[in-house]
Structures are given as C-alpha cells and as structure tokens.
C-alpha cells in the first residue's frame, strides 16, 4: 500500500447516487471509527473481479473493524444502467455496500486513475493509503492489520457491525449461465457451464437435463459429481469421452468423465497465476488466471486466459501447459503470436478445417483470429480498449460493446454473443461484414417475453437454429433461423 500525506477524505455520500447491499446512502461521518476501504471498480474487468475474494477475506476476517464499500466507476455504456450493476453484485457474490458513481464524481474527488484502485480511508477520517492494480491478498490483509493495531491503540477505532441489505436472487434451474458447447456422440447432447450454482449441466436435444456435475457448493475439490467442487465456471468443451471444463474462479482446467462422472484438475493451482511463458510447464504446478474458455483440437485443448491477456495451450497427453499467444499487455495489437496484445479474451471458436482460432476480446471489444499455421494474430473488428459501440457494416466500420461469446456458423460466418449490446451479431468472413441476426425483426413465441441479458454463449446448431445463453435471465433461448422466431429452450 503506498502511504499518502494524511488529508479528510472526500464525501461519498451524493445526491442522486443509486446504492446497492444497504437501505440507505453511507456517509463517512456514520463509517467513523472504522477503517474503510473504497474499492474503485467496474464490472467488466478482470482485475476488479479478482480482488473480490481478496476484499472478502478482510471482510470476514474483521467483520465490525472494517467497512469495504465498492464505488462502481462504468467503463462501458451498458455499465451505466443501474440494474445491470446489481445483476453483477449478484452474481459476483458482493454483498459489501456499492455506491454507484457513473458520472465519476467520487473517482475524481479521490484522483483515482485506473480499475481497480483501492483507497484507504482511517477510522478517522483521513485518506491515509492507496493500492492500484490487484494486491498480493496475504500483504493486504497484514496491512490492515497493522492499521487496526495503530487505531487500536490511538483510540479512534470503535468496532461495530456495518448494516447491510442485500438483494433477493430469484432461485431457478440455471443462474448466470456461461458457455454452451455441443457434446459429440451418437446422440445429440450440450454442456452448459452454470457459473452461479458451480455446477457443468448435461443437456439433451430438447433441453431436458441429463446430468448435473459438481455439488453445487463453491471450492476446489476433485471426486464424483456429487463431491467434487467447481467456482464460477465459464467456459467448456467435450469430446464423445469428456468434457473440459475452465474452472474461472479457481483458476483452474478441469476434466469431467462421462462415464465415471469423476472429477479431476488437469492444470492450475487454485490460485491466480501471473503470465504464461513459452516454455512448456507441468499443467498441475501452473497458476493460471481466469480461464474463461476451451477449444479443443487433435490432443490440444486452447484456453482464454483472460486474466494474463493471453491465450494458453495444454497437450492431453502429457498435461503440459504453454503460451500460445499474446505477450501478457492489455491492447489491441496484430503480428506473430508471441509479441501480439490481447485484451481479456474470453470466448473460443474452431474454424471447421481446424486452421483458425477465433477469440472475442472483450476489453476491446473486438473479434480476432490466430492462425495455427503460421502463429499470426489478426484483428477482424475492434480498434482499441476504448472503442465499443453498436454498429453494422464492414468490418473497419462496426463496432461491438464487450462481445464474451463466439461461435462458427454455416456459410462462413461467425456468431457473436455481443454481450453489453444485447444482441447476436454475425460476421459474414467472405465480405467482411457485420449485422445483426435479430435486430427486433425475430417474433418471440415465450409466454413472457423478456429483453436479452448480457448473453454470454452463442452456439449453432445446424443450418436453422442458433442457441444463446441469455445469463442475466438464467435461460438458453433457441432462434428458428426459417420462421425469424425464436423461444426460451431452457430455464
């Protein structure tokens, strides 16, 4: 924790501010005596997401001598949206209070400069520290011990429990649902990664479920279906003897056996790991960082490490784990894989022939192929960190607003999971063009008919039928390609 000259830390609680796990707006006279942490964040970044268990440790491990209170300073446009934001508290497990600050009133009052910043306010009153980026979780939690210690004995520091009001979750079969992949075999089946219940479901042709993986309980755990343990899943893949599963919050890939049900860890250690280097490395004794997707490919299983900004590559066979592209920078940056920039990839797709890797940048808010032959990166849509919008076209021209999902379609054609835009959008490969799939023009024929929800997966099934993992409505909806229809296929 860099120190700061000691000065009265600016007011949090404002006028007009939307607050979220309270009744009411905090303000810093009724947080005195506590030790308060303001976590500066937004709910598109990786780095956010990771010090969420850091921050809940502290939390938990000095329940009435520290406030944490998230200030949600938006990046993207559909971050601005109230419910949207407490869609995310929900499904990140927050339930420390959030103000929400989308006009970045509080963020320049403390002259915060980047997600996530971390400032540190004394049971006083007093800015009194400031972390930016993600810190070490055993360095934070010694840091504000010794804080405590000083209060203690200056005796400013007046212990109490925070009052806190945190938003009902309606229970249903799936919550915030991640990647839908298709299960090869004589019948047709899907895995679906069900990120809120910890859980990898088994799906048959009609949605009907067959199976489900994990106990539901967040942790660490291999074994059977019904012991083993799995955090925040996002992404998956299978074979007709498998499915691979990126274990998101555990920092870890997974493999579930189809036939046994058995549970074990190919690669990660459970904690967060830093870049992925070239050399190969034993899968088990390698961190990784947010896996958030799988491909899968003649023995090689590619993964989206969203939290290096790098896509990594494990061989079956001998379980060992390497780089396949991306330096490590967050950015948007073409050229051989090694030296490209990526920017929190979080979605995989095959071509057919087996050739290209494509992958959606959600930081960037773009779509980018790796050529497997010859190691090169290429952009197809997006331009910068900064750059998102909704907007069809060539593709130089179309804009995108933080995409998390891919798929290959027939015709040459990608499917996109457009997920802060709402909407499916399709890349025609051969003339470089985007549009919409719906666009408002498909008749919905649910009972009740709900906008989508930040759609996460996006899926092809056949010529005629495009399955999406609608996530912030817990459900997969089917589109009927012939009748411009579609319907919720699964909830």
């Known amino acids: 924790m860099a120190p700061v000259p000691p000065v009265r830390a600016p ?13 009411g707006p905090l303000g810093l006279a009724a947080l005195r005596g506590k030790l308060v942490i303001l976590d500066f964040w937004t ?17 938990e491990t000095y329940p009435d001598e520290v406030a944490v209170i998230g200030v949600h300073s938006p990046k993207f446009a559909a971050e601005k949206d109230p419910e949207n934001v407490a869609r995310a508290i929900a499904r990140y497990g927050i339930v420390h209070p959030v103000v929400h600050d989308p006009d970045f009133r509080i963020w320049r ?15 006083g009153g007093q800015v009194i520290g400031q972390v930016s980026g993600e810190p070490d979780p055993d360095q934070l939690l010694e840091a504000v011990g010794r804080i405590l210690e000083e209060a203690g004995r200056s005796g400013t520091l007046k212990p109490r429990p925070l009052p806190l009001s945190p938003r009902d979750e309606p229970s249903g079969r799936f919550r915030y649902p991640g990647k839908l992949k298709p299960v090869p075999g004589g ?7 069900d990120g809120g219940h910890h859980q990898i479901v088994l799906l048959d042709e009609d949605g009907g479920e067959l199976a489900r ?10 074994g059977t279906a019904e012991e083993a343990r799995f955090d925040g899943p996002q992404g998956l893949v299978a074979d007709e003897s498998a499915i691979y599963v990126a274990d998101t919050g555990n920092h870890a890939i997974r493999r579930i056996d189809l036939a046994s049900g058995r549970v074990e860890i190919l690669a990660g250690t459970g904690r967060r790991g830093r870049i992925l280097g070239e050399e190969p490395r034993e899968g088990a004794s390698t961190a990784l960082a947010s896996p958030w997707d799988l491909a899968l490919a003649g023995g090689r299983l590619f ?10 590559m494990l061989h079956l066979a001998t379980r060992r784990v390497a780089r396949l592209a991306g330096s490590g920078a967050e950015n948007i940056v073409d050229g051989p894989a090694p030296e490209a920039a990526l920017a929190q990839p979080s979605g995989l797709a095959l071509s057919p022939d087996g050739r290209t890797l494509y992958f959606v940048d959600s930081e960037t808010s773009s779509v980018r192929a790796l050529d497997l032959e010859n190691g090169r990166v290429e952009t197809l849509v997006g331009t910068g960190l900064f750059d998102f919008g909704h907007a069809n076209g060539p593709f130089p021209d179309a804009l995108l607003q933080h995409p998390l999902g891919i798929g290959v379609a027939a015709g040459d054609r990608l499917l996109v999971a457009d997920s802060y835009n709402a909407e499916i959008r399709v890349l025609d490969l051969m003339d470089r063009s985007v549009a919409d799939l719906d666009g408002g023009s498909f008749e919905c024929r649910d009972p009740v008919c709900l906008p989508l929800g930040e759609p996460a997966g996006v899926q092809a099934d056949g010529a005629d039928r495009v399955l999406l993992v ?3 409505n817990h459900r997969i909806l089917a589109y009927d390609l012939d009748s411009r229809s579609y319907r919720t296929w699964a909830a």
């Open 187 to 193: 019948r047709r089946r899907w895995a679906l990664a």
């Open 11 to 23: 007011e949090i609680d404002r006028d007009g501010l939307v607050w979220f796990n309270t009744a």
């Open 303 to 312: 993964f989206a490490n969203a939290g290096t900004h790098q896509l990594g």
């Open 213 to 222: 993986y994990g106990s539901g309980a967040p942790g660490l755990r291999d």
């Open 109 to 123: 009052d403390y002259a915060v400069r980047a997600w996530p910043t971390l400032v540190f306010v004394s049971p």
């Open 470 to 472: 609608d996530t912030n």
């Open 43 to 59: 709910f598109c970044c990786i780095n956010c997401m990771h010090i969420i268990p850091t921050l809940r440790r502290v939390e």
